[in-house]
């Protein structure tokens, strides 16, 4: 019966991202199946970077000064994913996980600039260092494991991270919401630099569904998506990930213990 459902599941979510035109799913809930999608398209075209030192990109931007802002928290990021990656590279070694998208480890800054942009829209008031104090992903990795191995899989790698210094500051366990998103989307503070980065931990089917919705995921959240629209991409985004199976004891999985106060925003050091 449980096999079953699970067809089921997967061969109305195939349908679904035919219908929406997304990549092909042959083969995307076989354990360590050799061919994965590729990186998620992107729906938005890149900003531009004006003489003036402004950004602009789909109706959003930036000033100078926020601009520049943004780009040496970019510069941050980049020495800081230089110590980070070798504990990444350890981590998926000793807990036997595929390092997924390692080459794209950090975010663009087309990227993190709409991200910032957006969230300055969003929340009028709000200064572009308050925006960044959000951003926990301009570092990010994902560790995968197959069903069967998850559990101890994740166990295994949050306590390495923790017990190297870094400190848990975001843990967002889905796999037992009733919809949406399935997998657990951690956060840390790295010991050395104080820079926050993302680790995502996923199976191969909660890692296809997750491809397969982004294009869905870019467009809900942009601000000039009606509200309809969005909750249409949103249920689109739930028919998907009911189909992901729940690795057993998934829904249980929490944080390692925080070693460390996390206070406010992370702070960049001064310019050289």
Known sequence: MTIHRTLHRFAAAAALATALGAASVSGAFAQGAADRPGPAGQVVKAGRQLDD?????????????????????????????????????????????????????????????????????????????GALAKINDSIRYTLEWPDGRYVKGVAAASSMLSSWGNDSVKWSNTWGAGKGYKAINSAWRDLGSGHVFEVQFHTPSSKWAQEVTHKLYEEQRLPSTPAERAKELQEQQDAIFASVPVPEGAERLAAPATRRPVGGPQTLPAAA
């Open 53 to 129: 030192g402004d950004w602009h990109g789909d109706g959003l931007s930036l000033d100078a000064a926020e601009n520049r802002k943004v780009d040496d928290f970019l510069a941050h990021a980049q020495r800081a994913e230089q110590s980070i990656s070798p504990e990444m590279r350890a981590v998926a070694q000793v807990s036997h996980a595929t390092l997924i998208g390692f080459d794209q480890r950090l975010k663009s800054a087309d990227s993190l600039k709409r991200k910032v942009a957006t969230s300055l829209k969003a929340t009028p008031g709000q200064t572009v260092d």
